[in-house]
């Protein structure tokens, strides 16, 4: 089955900074992947994702590309505030299953004012 | 319209017990998933319903079992509890349940086993 790997699992970042956070996949098949944020006691919601049609994705500070060769998908969030803490979840998923989407482990973002 | 409703928001259970949660998607979607949420482990698929039938199945334990009634809604059972399911159980939901559709999750169930 897909297995999703995600790192790093913490990271500190100045507010303003950039923060990357780096997926990779193993099943070629899957052909979406989104992303998800966690903020502390809510529910995942999901903030962008991109299909493997496409190289990459912005909405405002967040982008997300993604190399279907190396199976490598980032997050991106550039010019950081207080509010972008929470856990990141990437995710992949294969058209083979029915919304049986594989996450990664999650990242906890700490944006520092 | 409402979101995804899960009841209850907490459960405290022995080991050995069972427990069932319950979860209510988005009006008109008709597909619902379980998932598992640890620190450890991150978010893992339990199980996905459409039109009450089960498609997919991850990879835990037949005590874990779920089910889905007419109207959408969906219910989940752990059998036989142990200290290791103590975790937060989150359901999502979506319209059709293909994979490349947004998923609208729930608040979840806080399940801990003493």
């Known amino acids: 089955g897909e297995n999703v790997e995600q790192h790093p699992s913490t990271l500190s970042v100045q507010e303003g900074d950039s923060a990357v956070i780096k997926c990779t996949y193993s099943?070629?098949?899957?052909?979406?992947f989104p992303w998800y944020k966690q903020e502390l006691g809510k529910r995942p919601q999901l903030i962008i994702d991109?299909?493997?049609?496409?190289g990459e994705k912005k909405d405002q500070r967040i982008a997300v590309t993604l190399n279907k060769t190396a199976k490598h998908f980032s997050l991106h969030i550039t010019e950081t505030q207080p509010e972008d803490s929470a856990v990141y979840f990437c995710?992949?998923?294969?058209?083979?299953?029915?919304?049986?989407?594989?996450f990664g482990i999650g990242t906890k973002l700490q944006v520092i004012p | 319209k409402a979101g995804v409703t899960q009841t209850p928001r907490y459960l405290i259970k022995t080991r050995g017990q069972q427990v069932t949660l319950s979860c209510s998607p988005i009006?008109?979607?008709?597909?619902v998933s379980w998932y598992q949420q640890t620190p450890g482990q991150g978010l893992q698929f339990l199980f996905e319903?459409?039109?009450?039938?089960?498609?997919n199945k991850g990879n835990f334990p037949g005590r874990f079992s779920g089910r889905q009634f007419s109207n959408s809604r969906s219910e989940m059972n752990v059998s036989t509890l142990e200290l290791g399911d103590s975790a937060l159980y989150l359901c999502?939901?979506?319209?059709?349940?293909?994979?490349?559709?947004?998923?609208?999750f729930g608040s979840g169930t806080q399940l801990s086993v003493l």
């Open positions: 099943d070629s098949a899957s052909n979406y």
């Open positions: 991109i299909r493997s049609n496409v």
């Open positions: 009006s008109g979607h008709r597909s």
């Open positions: 999502a939901s979506s319209n059709t349940g293909q994979a490349n559709e947004k998923l609208f």
């Open positions: 995710a992949a998923s294969s058209p083979r299953g029915y919304q049986k989407v594989t």
């Open positions: 319903y459409f039109s009450e039938t089960q498609r």
